[in-house]
């Protein structure tokens, strides 16, 4: 069954800062800011109270006044990056153009994002496993806005009837070709030969993606 679509951001938080650098952050936002930072430059096993409060200028003490925790501080953080991930989906509200530009412009969009940041994807796509607080809210869109989203946009677009089955079939293979170049990192070019970094060939990936999403 199919839903109407509706915006992002009227089913998540308001999206917080993110590797903002600036005087004007509140301590909370310089933690978080610090936090993401770390994450996406050394891996979350570096977050610790002390790098993330020497990276924020703040004491250990302010970072558990506000989030209880390092280990909470590291699920606020992200939960921005998720937050900001899923506005890539208001692409797929976008009626003023064809159903298969919608699905692209989210899907570039979406590639672009996750690359931006690859080690904090890379550990958002860990935590997954260990059923953290910023994954939970990543499944609950995903299950109550995000599939339909896609499953609206991809039958408009291929314009013959499928099944709920089949569509959903369809976007966990488009999310696996999303997410394997970001996971595989610099050996990709080794592997594949092609250099995802680049915005060009990046494309060209998605748009054979596209191609085979759409293939009836």
Request: charged share 20%; with cysteine; hydrophobic share 40%.
């Amino acid at each position: 069954m199919f839903y109407s679509l509706c915006n992002a951001e009227s089913c998540v938080k308001e999206v917080g800062p993110l590797n903002v650098v600036g005087n004007k952050l509140s301590p909370k936002e310089k933690i978080l800011n610090a936090t993401l930072r770390i994450i996406d430059t050394q891996g979350v096993q570096h977050a610790t109270s002390r790098q993330i409060a020497a990276m924020a200028d703040v004491n250990v003490a302010t970072i558990n006044y506000y989030f209880g925790s390092k280990d909470m501080a590291v699920n606020e953080a992200l939960k921005i990056f998720t937050r900001k991930l899923l506005t890539s989906y208001d692409y797929l509200d976008d009626l003023t153009v064809p159903p298969e530009t919608r699905i692209r412009n989210f899907l570039r969009s979406y590639a672009d994002y996750t690359l931006k940041y690859p080690d904090i994807f890379r550990n958002f796509v860990d935590q997954i496993f260990h059923d953290s607080t910023a994954t939970i809210e990543y499944f609950e869109f995903m299950k109550q806005i995000g599939l339909n989203k896609l499953q609206i946009s991809i039958q408009q677009a291929i314009q013959t009837q499928a099944t709920e089955t089949e569509l959903t079939m369809k976007i966990f293979q488009m999310f696996s070709c999303l997410e394997i170049p970001v996971l595989v990192g610099a050996k990709l070019k080794c592997l594949a030969h092609f250099d995802y970094n680049d915005q060009d060939s990046r494309y060209k990936y998605i748009d054979l993606v596209l191609t085979s999403l759409l293939n009836t």
